[in-house]
């Protein structure tokens, strides 16, 4: 087990947001305003969401634009998640636009597109015909309807309803116990990908993966450009959870239709495994979907949502996101500003780090891998405001926020692109600078910028994490402690 600090650290020291786990706010109709975006990133949020379920690609356009004019407006990197829809299965149309499935009674899915009534309706899916078995069950309407089949074959599923009730037009199907032969990528994904890749986006959320094999063609299509956050919410995409992690730049726990397809009682513990999972790997994990909920329309939380997020902090997952609360929630800045207090409150807690570090992260074999742990041991031992990591591709600061420092990461990069997909990394505060070309020049503008982004001040230590020789990518392999000088605290501003 990774080594916990000593009495002398004391709780983490705390960036300039006052936390190390990010905040992805969900951008829709109440924050779409550059007036609200700018409202929502003064009360804590690091990167936002642009949910591609809904609405145009002209909103959508604006928005981006909108938050890159927040960039410059607060000099500071914001990643841009934009989140494709998926492979979404819908029953048909009803003769009346609803029908009652009596509870215990039979209903049949077919491939007939006459509207449906108490008894059938169509299943424009021709792919699971022939598929699911006996005794396999369908969710409708996010699984308040639970069917369970009787008998399937070519044209037809029959079904027992386990729980009935009303069913409308095109309502939606999940299929939790078995895999469905459907890419990962819709016509609509493709041209949504297309678009966001071409508005500059930093990462990708891919919808309903099922297979490390999705994310090969969302691959081939961002072409290098953006990162690739695969979502994790079918439960056949636990099966092959590890490959799936390894595939992709980071993971999302999209709970919403992971409690649809499990019990209740099964989602908090995969939580904590995905979360676990995807840390092990160095790489960012997103615990999403209901986690303020009650704030869509009023203006506390409940307590059981407080602690649900406060869960995912103790677990430490690099970012806890909003999704209704600010897209179309009465109180989206107020849900900001008490996600922000939820999480200082939990960072600031003595056993935090204990807790964090309850995972063990024991470092490869490499020397970029002993040297960030060893940032993690230096920073536990002695009095650190910081660590200065330098970085080309951010792989550098995802190693060091793996082992969980006690104290934040300015990452100094020379890409404005890594420096906004580290918007979702623990404890990294990027900032884009111009590259190092000596030993000197990386000692003096670390200093600068700590001093500058409030990182420390006359007398403080700071740890330098670089490669030599400078910008040489995968090359991290030295590590410095500096003092920082009453000198340099009169002349930071250059």
């Known amino acids: 087990m990774a080594k916990t600090p000593s009495s002398r650290s004391g709780a983490p020291k705390l960036d300039p947001r006052g936390r190390k786990v990010k905040i992805l706010a969900t951008v829709g109709p109440a924050s779409r305003s550059p007036e609200m975006l700018a409202r929502l990133f003064k009360a804590g949020v690091d990167a936002f969401r642009v949910n591609m379920s809904h609405g145009e690609h002209a909103d959508h356009a604006d928005t981006i634009k909108a938050i890159r004019d927040l960039e410059k407006r607060f000099m500071r990197p914001i990643a841009i998640l934009a989140d494709l829809q998926g492979p979404k299965l819908r029953v048909g149309k009803f003769k009346d636009g609803e029908a009652v499935i009596r509870h215990s009674g039979h209903f049949t899915l077919d491939r007939d597109p006459t509207p449906g009534d108490e008894t059938r309706v169509q299943l424009p899916h021709p792919e699971l015909f022939g598929l699911l078995e006996k005794g396999q069950r369908l969710l409708i309407n996010d699984g308040k309807i639970r069917l369970k089949v009787i008998s399937a074959d070519e044209n037809a ?60 063609e969302a691959r081939k299509l961002m072409g290098g450009r953006g990162s690739l956050c695969a979502k994790i919410e079918k439960p056949m995409a636990v099966r092959r959870l590890d490959e799936i992690i390894e595939m992709s730049d980071g993971i999302m726990v999209a709970r919403g239709d992971l409690g649809v397809e499990l019990e209740p009682q099964e989602v908090p513990p995969l939580q904590k495994r995905i979360v676990n999972a995807t840390r092990l790997k160095g790489k960012p994990v997103i615990v999403a979907t209901q986690m303020l909920e009650s704030m869509i329309e009023s203006p506390a939380p409940t307590r059981a949502e407080v602690s649900d997020v406060a869960n995912a902090v103790y677990d430490g997952a690099d970012c806890v996101m909003l999704s209704a609360e600010t897209a179309a929630g009465d109180w989206p800045e107020e849900a900001v500003t008490i996600m922000h207090r939820i999480a200082r409150q939990v960072e600031g807690d003595e056993s935090y780090l204990d807790r964090v570090r309850f995972l ?70 990027a900032v884009a600078t111009k590259d190092i070309g000596s030993f000197e020049e990386m000692i003096a503008k ?49």
């Open 446 to 494: 670390g200093k600068r910028m700590a001093l500058r982004h409030g990182f420390g001040q006359a007398g403080s230590k700071l740890i330098a994490l670089a490669g030599v020789p400078f910008g040489t990518p995968g090359s991290t392999n030295l590590m410095h402690v500096v003092n920082v000088s009453g000198d340099e605290l009169e002349k930071h501003g250059g």
């Open 157 to 216: 599923i029959k079904c027992s309803a386990e729980v009935g009730g009303v069913i409308s037009d095109r309502k939606g199907v999940n299929v939790p116990d078995a895999e469905i032969p459907i890419p990962a990528l819709t016509e609509k994904d493709r041209k949504d990908l297309a678009f966001a890749i071409q508005q500059g986006v930093d990462w990708i959320g891919l919808s309903f993966v099922q297979r490390p094999e999705d994310l090969a």
């Open 360 to 429: 063990d992260t024991p470092p490869d074999a490499t020397t970029a891998d002993a040297l960030a742990h060893a940032c993690m041991t230096v920073a536990d031992t002695v009095s650190i405001s910081a660590i200065t990591v330098f970085t080309g591709s951010g792989s550098t600061a995802r190693r060091v926020a793996r082992e969980r420092p006690s104290v934040p990461m300015l990452v100094l990069t020379p890409s404005m692109k890594t420096a906004r997909r580290l918007g979702l990394l623990w404890g990294a505060h």
